[in-house]
């Protein structure tokens, strides 16, 4: 049998060569050919081809004649020197400035904050306190006013002991917390009044019309409320923050800082508005029993107690007008 002989394949790689062979001789030979074009024209012309020298000088000539010329950088004036000043042309050359310029100045009227203890300025004449002070004072009472109330007035004994109330009739919700905070801040005005009136009258308007400092309104101011807080405060509690504080012992009550007056004031509240919700508690305590014991009697285990007391407490509640009767005590307790 005749042997075949293997055709050798060619390979992708050297088949690209080729072709790239191939382009490249295609371009050489067109570009020789371009030239050898317009070398024949320029001949049959008359015209014998540019040199490199030639046309290089041509470009460097139209470069050169085309570049603006060099700018020169503008000169800086030097600065004006100052005049000097003579004695006799101080007030004219301020006059001038002042008049020339158009700059503007602002006063803020601050009031009587140096004054003298009357009220007066260095020379003798009454001073009010300016809009501004006033502003600042209302600004700093509101932003510490409710502070004020819950420690100085009469709304921690008020408010503990409606609360107590509310919790002893079996009412967690009813009256809401909005109705019982308002009751007591009327009603701590209405305690309150003739101790703020008695400021009004002595310290701040006096103040407001200048005829008082701020040292000696201040005074006056907490006089009146110092002895409202005394009246109120047990000696047990004003002692144990004399004793607490480490300073000597004042000689009347009155000579009490308020630093050590405050803190026993509010534990003096609390205890007295814990005792009155004691007192409130107790009828109410004597409906629970009565009312567990007779269901326990009945067998009736699984009903709960309090829903059936609940009806029988407010019943006593409005027959005795309750809320009259609260809110009487607690004023009575002030007085």
Known sequence: ???????????????????????VLAVVLL????????????GH?????????????????????SRPADITPPTVPAPPTPPTPTPGSDSSSNSSSNSGSNKGSITIDLGNLTGN????????????PGQSVVI????????????????????????????????????????????????????????????????????????????????VAYDKATAPLKT?????????????????????????????????LVPAFVLSELKTAFIIGFVIFIPFLVIDLVVSSSLMSMGMFMLPPVLVSLPFKLLLFVMVDGWALIVKSLITSFH
């Open 1 to 23: 049998m005749p042997v075949s002989s293997p055709i050798p394949e060619l390979s992708v790689e050297r088949s690209f060569r080729r072709l790239v062979v191939a382009i």
């Open 31 to 42: 570009a020789v050919g371009g030239v050898l074009v317009v070398a024949n024209r320029g």
């Open 45 to 65: 012309d008359g015209v014998q081809p540019a040199r490199h020298e030639d046309v290089r000088k041509v470009v460097v000539a139209g470069l050169t004649a």
């Open 117 to 128: 203890s009357n009220g007066t300025n260095a020379n003798g004449t009454s001073s009010k």
């Open 136 to 215: 600042i004072l209302l600004l700093s009472l509101l932003a510490v006013a409710p502070a004020l109330i819950l420690m100085l007035t009469s709304f921690t004994r008020i408010v503990i002991v409606l609360s107590l109330t509310r919790n002893a009739l079996g009412l967690q919700t009813v009256p809401p917390n909005q109705v019982v905070i308002g009751l007591a801040l009327f009603l701590s005005l209405f305690v309150m009044f003739p101790t703020l009136s008695t400021m009004n009258k002595d310290a701040l308007q006096p103040f407001l019309k200048g005829e008082i400092s701020q040292k």
């Open 228 to 260: 409202f807080m005394l009246k109120q405060t047990h000696k047990s509690e004003l002692n144990l923050f004399i004793s607490a504080s480490k300073e000597k012992k004042p000689a009347t009550p009155k000579d009490v800082s308020m630093a050590t």
